[in-house]
């Protein structure tokens, strides 16, 4: 069965600072693979998705992630992390093919440090 | 991009009533749209696929009886939570895709309350 592991409950970076936040899928073949953020009490906003080609994708708000095959590996990369930038993070993964369900980590919180 | 909407965003009820939740797509057609629910800093959790025209696929361990849902149409699914008691209290997150395989588009989520 597709899985999601983000190993990170909560992260704490200073303002300015690089971040990174991990996750590894497992997966019996190379699934659709989502950043999502939220905010508290809101719903779920897309940073970027991978499907297939150029294995560094880029997002929205400045953020980018590596798809890493023989890692298993989708990490969400920030150079220079912004105070508005702490939310709730989800890694999530979808299958390739008819209208299939989601599945998400179970989330990285980010705090963000004057 | 597509839009999905949910009513209301917020409701509170109490135990033993039972409140229903829309998820609309509001700019294109959903044969399937999906249930998440999301405990207070937790992850979504898919509760049940909604299918136009068909029953629901429910995942394991959530009571069908309890969370009903109807897919009338294909821009609308309906939640609803029959004889809501305090746990069933929580987030309630509806997505549609807009095509096949590809990513889904979430509705803003709608806080439940149940005294």
């Known amino acids: 069965a597709q899985s999601v592991t983000q190993p990170d409950i909560h992260i704490t970076v200073s303002e300015g600072a690089s971040l990174e936040l991990r996750c590894n899928y497992s997966?019996?073949?190379?699934?659709?693979l989502f950043w999502y953020v939220q905010s508290p009490g809101q719903g779920l906003q897309l940073l970027l998705k991978?499907?297939?080609?150029?294995?560094l994708v880029q997002g929205i708000k400045g953020f980018e992630a590596e798809f890493k095959r023989s890692q298993s590996s989708f990490n969400l990369r920030k150079p220079s992390v912004h105070w508005s930038d702490a939310a709730e993070y989800f890694c999530?993964?979808?299958?390739?093919?008819?209208?299939?369900?989601?599945?998400f980590g179970a989330g990285t919180r980010l705090t963000v440090k004057p | 991009g597509a839009v999905v909407s949910q009513h209301p965003s917020r409701v509170i009820c109490k135990s033993g009533t039972s409140v229903k939740i829309e998820c609309r797509s509001l700019?294109?057609?959903?044969?399937?749209m999906f249930w998440y629910r999301q405990f207070p800093k937790q992850s979504l959790m898919l509760m049940a696929t909604?299918?136009?025209?068909?029953?629901?696929?429910?995942e394991q361990g959530v009571e069908k009886d309890k969370f009903l849902i109807n897919h009338a149409s294909l821009t609308l699914s309906t939640l609803t939570v029959t004889s809501a008691h305090p746990e069933d209290s929580s987030f309630y997150i509806c997505?549609?895709?807009?095509?096949?395989?590809?990513?889904?588009?979430f509705g803003p989520g709608t806080r439940l309350t149940v005294t």
């Open positions: 997505s549609a895709p807009t095509s096949v395989g590809v990513e889904q588009y």
């Open positions: 991978y499907f297939s080609g150029d294995t």
């Open positions: 999530a993964v979808g299958p390739r093919g008819n209208n299939n369900d989601m599945r």
């Open positions: 997966y019996g073949a190379t699934p659709y």
């Open positions: 909604s299918n136009e025209g068909s029953k629901a696929t429910y």
């Open positions: 700019d294109f057609q959903a044969t399937t």
